[in-house]
């Protein structure tokens, strides 16, 4: 059992970045990315108003640029060289001049540097001067996307973590059905089935379980009755009627990484109208399985679904893409998507949740999360697909 | 009772924003912060990689732009004028593209136009040009933070919300002591406080409360012993042991407005050591309520604050700031932080919350949500602070 990512693959992560860097002249680089910074570092912190940023300096020493509040704890739990501070933000001196200096001690000003951003960016009251207003560097490139790029393809024990969360979610998926019953409310089933699921995870996993994100979690997210033709709706508190059909979610973050669990289930019937439609959006999914294999463009999976839906005139039923990437964050590039043409690889990790949408009447979607492997994909999640466990 | 923000005040907040561009010569704008979106229009959505936006045009009518999969959601509940959407993202066409050829349209390339940003931005995979590489305008003057500031002050029903926030953050909070016995763990204890305060809260408050975020929770964070030292500590689902320090976390989410409380108790005892920590940290805080007023600078409290530190030789043992304002986002500018001049005005809402933190010992902080009023401050939260109701 793995529950988190051992520093030797985050110094294999560095390797990695660091040789890309290289064969691109790149001598240092500065990150201002949270995700990627955690990628890099193993150091999961609360992104606020205080910048936080990552450098490599011409010497390939790794850096973390950090606030006061953040340096024992990061010290204590980054995979790092070195760890700067500053007093805090906005602070007597901006941080970003506390950076500058840092920078310029570390002569990245002489060196050709890659930024994945102008500066720190945060909705929450941050406000500062691009980096490359305050520092002129011999030559900046613009490395955004980089790192993310490099997460696009999981390891070995980024899937095993993958595999543990969607072990946990279905858990709480399980839950979430058994407090399922016409007469509850949205908010007192997801209460319970979250606890329970939760408590579960840690009394089976002990100590070495950290999160880095929310732990066991099931709900509906106001996807109940008519109001699921939103999909993506906000939570209502809506009590379950007898033949509504409804839409779950059910996660679990192990070491801050994702998987998604989503069914379309009904309470305690469905009408023939009901089952039709759910009997396409399964047909479509298995579509998408088909067709997802290392080499193929993303966007095929896509072409292949959206195909499927025309040939049963529910192309206007349909109002997003088949799926997403996932990793760190719940959607990541790339997409099942038209306008994705991203060449599938095995280790890549995606949701499968081509849906349809009837006003009036709601939503029929599953969200599976999937592994291209060398010859096709593997399955994830493994929560009952069929339309008769469905009706609960 | 008031629940949500009154579509009449969305429609004020739109005319304070056009009056100001107005004032400025801006005869047009365009907006990507999702947290300002949602503030002038009452919609809320689940930022993607799919872009949203949010223009104003010449006429000065009000619209949203939005993928596929929000369109009728969007009509449906957001205060606005027009509602335009693209298929998806990437899509065969860039939704960057969709929105030039929209905002053509309406003619905004020919005005001088307000923009908060280059164009949409998001980690989860989106990636797209600047809209002012996509189309000419007569002029664009950078508007980023005008909304933000005009979200400073905080209206009546928002300052209700607010205080709608704190009084199930409170029920949360009083749940979590209720459940913290030495022995227990961390998520067990959270689990259950959060599950009760949320049902509770449904239960009394109807079909009326909407949370857009989370409803009432409470947490330690990690925050249990010696790792409360690390101000912004994770989840350890650590043990509690008596004799141990605790720091809580209770907020709720309200029509999306938050509130802040936070409370440094102890395991069925403390030691004089602890007790003295405590009661310096406390009489911090008081010297801080004491310094709020209108018309003072926001440093003005930090000042206050480090000075008393100072005179009590702690000012090693404080790693951040005293507090920050909130009201959609948990930490939003301005900041009681010896760099922030802004000066304070009546309907402000800020934590207060200095912090002493000891290696090896733990943290002690309280954190209480207040509002400064045309004489000083009013307490938004409530829960007792004194040592003796805190050893729990």
Request: glycine fraction near 8%; aromatic fraction near 12%; charged fraction near 25%.
């Amino acid at each position: 059992m793995i529950l988190q990512i051992p520093h030797k693959e985050i110094i294999e992560r560095q390797s990695v970045f660091k040789s890309r860097l290289s064969s691109n002249g790149i001598e240092g680089c500065i990150l201002f990315s949270t995700t990627d910074i955690f990628y890099l570092t193993n150091f999961m912190f609360r992104p606020s108003e205080r910048p936080i940023a990552f450098f490599i300096d011409p010497q390939n020493e790794t850096h973390l640029f950090v606030p006061s509040l953040e340096h024992s704890h990061a010290i204590t739990y980054a995979t790092i060289d070195h760890v700067h501070s500053y007093p805090e933000y906005p602070g007597e001196i901006h941080p970003m001049i506390v950076l500058r200096n840092i920078l310029k001690t570390y002569k990245l000003n002489n060196t050709t540097v890659g930024l994945d951003a102008q500066g720190y960016s945060s909705p929450k009251g941050y406000n500062g001067a691009a980096i490359t207003d305050l520092l002129e560097f011999k030559k900046s490139i613009d490395i955004k996307g980089w790192v993310e790029k490099q997460r696009y393809i999981k390891s070995e024990n980024e899937i095993e973590l993958i595999k543990e969360s969607a072990r946990w979610g279905n858990l709480a998926h399980q839950l979430l059905v058994e407090h399922s019953k016409a007469g509850s409310r949205e908010m007192e089933i997801e209460g319970h089935a979250t606890m329970e699921a939760t408590q579960a995870m840690f009394k089976t996993l002990g100590e070495g379980y950290k999160p880095y994100g929310n732990p066991a979690h099931a709900f509906y997210r106001g996807q109940i009755g008519p109001h699921s033709a939103f999909p993506h709706s906000q939570n209502q508190n809506a009590e379950l009627k007898k033949g509504f059909n409804v839409v779950s979610q059910a996660a679990c973050d192990v070491w801050g990484y994702k998987s998604e669990l989503e069914r379309t289930m009904f309470i305690e019937e469905a009408d023939s109208r009901q089952e039709q439609y759910f009997r396409y959006m399964y047909e479509a999914q298995e579509v998408a399985f088909r067709t997802i294999k290392p080499g193929v463009e993303a966007s095929k999976i896509e072409i292949e679904v959206q195909a499927y839906f025309k040939d049963n005139g529910l192309e206007e039923l349909s109002r997003h893409h088949t799926g997403h990437n996932m990793g760190l964050l719940n959607h990541e590039a790339p997409f099942f998507d038209l306008g994705d043409h991203t060449v599938l690889e095995p280790g890549m990790v995606f949701s499968v949740e081509p849906g349809l949408y009837i006003d009036g009447l709601g939503a029929f979607r599953h969200s599976d999360t999937i592994v291209v492997t060398e010859s096709g994909m593997e399955m994830i999640t493994y929560y009952p697909r069929d339309f008769e466990s469905l009706i609960i």
